[in-house]
């Protein structure tokens, strides 16, 4: 049985820490280290020691092939363990 994937874009592994900077009502709300696990064109899955809830802007930056890479967006699911 073949799995379809529901993405729009592929996802591609790209572990790498992370700065990130939230925001609540474009205020800073908190900011610190993180760790992206993968990212697409359409979005990152981050792992973060402190909270962000649905709606939040972020606003971090990351590392990949040597290079700076600065992603801004707003949280569309969260998971805590």
């Known amino acids: 049985m ?6 729009q874009h ?3 592994d790209a572990v ?7 925001y609540s009502d474009n205020v800073l709300a908190s ?3 993180g ?3 993968n990212i697409s064109q359409g979005g990152v899955l981050l792992e973060t020691p402190f909270p962000i ?3 939040q802007k972020v606003a971090m930056t990351i590392v990949l ?3 700076f890479v ?4 707003k949280v569309a699911h969260t998971h805590s363990k």
Do not use: H, M, Q, W
């Open 53 to 55: 809830k649905k709606n």
């Open 31 to 33: 900011e610190g280290k």
């Open 2 to 7: 073949a799995i379809t994937e529901k993405r």
């Open 16 to 22: 790498a820490p992370s700065e990130v900077c939230v």
């Open 65 to 67: 092939d040597g290079e």
């Open 10 to 12: 592929i996802r591609f």
């Open 70 to 73: 600065y992603i801004s967006g």
């Open 35 to 37: 760790k992206t696990l």
